[in-house]
């Protein structure tokens, strides 16, 4: 035989409301997980809303460039206090001296810089590997990846890079995924070039493996290749 106690009426609503908020709050947790699924496998066109910012999280201020222009996506253009305040290595501070060539491939800006060839850290994972410029180093190539409407920087692509001088290849060596404090996520390496001249610069993109928000499905699904003409003279 089953007996019912009932509760004090204070302690009976009581335990309906808690009862009742367990309910909504499962049902609200269902939901979302519903319209995630659902969102992730709707159709989408490729490209940002052209918006800086999201609900409830502030974007930062962002830049774009053209060829030619001087300046890089994600990486403000650097006034004389802040050239100032960056640090030298080897008695070398790393800042542009020269762009390369900027194109666009699906809504992803793809930008080449020249800098300044300073020392760089490659880690592994378990062990870190000093890298050092040489008297023939010419430059650090630098290659930002961003969105071309918003500035922000696409990360976990991969970039190889060849330079060719009259049809010869001079220069074929990938791009590390590299980080710095005054330059922004970037894919570089150290260049050395036979001398000044009219160079090509190829730059095959890999497509970024990773989970990815809609607004960049069926975008950036095969590799790319991009060819910018530049003209090298050496900065003494």
Known sequence: MRVLVKPPGHLGRRAAAIMAAAVLLGGCAAAD????????SAASSGGSSGSGSMAGMS????????????????????????????????????????????????????TATAMTAVPFVIYDGTSEQMVKPTSRTSFHLMVMLNDAQTGVTIPYATVWATVLKAGKVVFDERQWPMISRYMGPHYGNDVSLPGAGNYQLSLLVSPPVSARHVEYQNVWLKPHRVTLPFHWQPVG
């Open 33 to 40: 997980k519903n319209a995630s699924t659902s969102g992730a």
């Open 59 to 110: 974007m930062g201020p962002t830049s774009t460039a053209s060829s030619g222009s001087g300046s890089t996506p994600g990486v403000n253009k650097a006034t004389s206090s802040e050239v100032a305040a960056v640090p030298s290595v080897d008695g070398i501070k790393p800042l542009p001296t020269q762009m390369l060539g900027s194109a666009e491939w699906q809504g992803m800006k793809i």
